[in-house]
Nanobody
Framework: QAQLVESGGGLVQAGGSLRLSCAAS????????MGWYRQAPGKQRELVAS???????NYADSVKGRFTISRDNAKNTVYLQMHSLKPEDTAVYYC???????????WGQGTQVTVSS
């Protein structure tokens, strides 16, 4: 049974930093594309960053240069290092796993990130 558990969210002032973690179990972690999504109140869920099994990354334009996604396959964990946080980064951040070539995808429960001005 697949399970993704996010942690590391919290309250931070604008310009500050946070590091989110997503611990995965019940999946072939190293084979999965891992992603971070976020959803602000009244907004659609959007892709923030993704990382393929080989390490190739993709970022939303709004976070490029400020956020870094990484993965540690030995720990079955994906991270999102966030710097220079802005109030518009405030959202619930969700971890996602998708296995290329298969319909399977899974989501974590989300972790709240709040950036004060």
């Amino acid at each position: 049974q697949a399970q993704l558990v996010e942690s590391g969210g919290g309250l931070v002032q604008a310009g500050g930093s946070l590091r989110l973690s997503c611990a995965a179990s019940g999946i072939s972690f190293s084979r999965n594309v891992m992603g971070w999504y976020r959803q602000a109140p009244g907004k659609q869920r959007e892709l923030v960053a993704s990382i393929m099994s080989g390490g190739t990354t993709n970022y939303a334009d709004s976070v490029k240069g400020r956020f870094t996604i990484s993965r540690d396959n030995a720990k079955n964990t994906v991270y999102l290092q966030m710097h220079s946080l802005k109030p518009e980064d405030t959202a619930v951040y969700y971890c996602n796993a998708r296995l290329p070539g298969f319909s399977f995808t899974s989501w974590g429960q989300g972790t709240q990130v709040t950036v004060s001005s």
